[in-house]
């Protein structure tokens, strides 16, 4: 199962589009999870383009008729799905960890803060950053990124793909 994880685009108030250099990576998914802060449908469209199965939550700053939060399946994992801004200060991870707790899942995958954030404590906590690299309303990264993760034989296996100095740079990580 593949799944890409991305969020707080912010198209078209801070940005124009996702950049291109991202495209090529941008195929062949099982499920698209989208973190909040969407703030237009065009966003949507683009993920059911790359999947059939999309799930998306809605953040602070949408105004789309998306739920709070998210709950799936995929093997034996149980995952949820929040934007963040529930949670303060941004990225806050005992709280997040709360938060998987009560909706009962094993991984939490969340947005807001605009920076990747990759945890393994109680929960798995997944934080895909912004995958514009808009700035996020504070002192957060601009650097655009994003995960895709493959779930197989029991194992998460993924990668955070950050776009620096016009590159493309990817980081393995498992549980």
């Not at 309303?137 to 995960?147: K, L």
């Given at each position: 199962?593949?799944?890409?994880?991305?969020?707080?685009?912010?198209?078209?108030?801070?940005?124009?589009?996702?950049?291109?250099?991202?495209?090529?990576y941008?195929?062949?998914f099982?499920?698209v999870?989208?973190?909040?802060?969407?703030?237009?449908?065009?966003?949507?469209?683009?993920?059911?383009?790359l999947?059939?199965?999309?799930i998306?939550?809605?953040?602070?700053m949408?105004?789309?008729a998306?739920p709070q939060?998210?709950?799936?399946?995929?093997?034996?994992?149980r995952?949820?799905v929040v934007h963040?801004?529930?949670?303060?200060p941004?990225?806050?991870?005992?709280q997040?960890?709360?938060i998987?707790?009560?909706?009962?899942?094993?991984?939490?995958?969340s947005?807001h803060t605009?920076?990747?954030?990759i945890?393994?404590?109680?929960?798995?906590?997944?934080?895909?950053?912004?995958?514009?690299g808009?700035?996020?309303?504070?002192?957060?990264?601009?650097?655009?990124?994003?995960i895709?993760?493959?779930?197989?034989?029991?194992?998460?296996?993924?990668?955070?793909?950050?776009?620096?100095?016009?590159?493309?740079?990817a980081?393995?990580?498992?549980?």
């Amino acid at each position: 199962m593949k799944i890409l994880i991305f969020g707080d685009t912010h198209i078209p108030e801070r940005a124009k589009e996702i950049p291109r250099e991202f495209v090529e990576y941008l195929e062949g998914f099982d499920i698209v999870v989208i973190t909040g802060d969407l703030t237009s449908e065009r966003v949507l469209r683009f993920g059911e383009r790359l999947a059939e199965t999309v799930i998306a939550v809605r953040g602070n700053m949408d105004h789309l008729a998306l739920p709070q939060s998210a709950k799936f399946r995929v093997e034996d994992f149980r995952f949820g799905v929040v934007h963040g801004h529930q949670v303060y200060p941004r990225g806050n991870r005992e709280q997040l960890e709360e938060i998987a707790t009560e909706m009962g899942v094993d991984v939490l995958i969340s947005g807001h803060t605009h920076l990747p954030d990759i945890y393994y404590g109680n929960k798995i906590l997944l934080n895909p950053g912004s995958m514009t690299g808009v700035w996020g309303g504070g002192a957060f990264s601009t650097i655009p990124s994003f995960i895709i993760l493959e779930v197989k034989g029991g194992r998460i296996q993924g990668k955070l793909y950050r776009l620096l100095n016009g590159e493309v740079v990817a980081e393995q990580f498992s549980f």
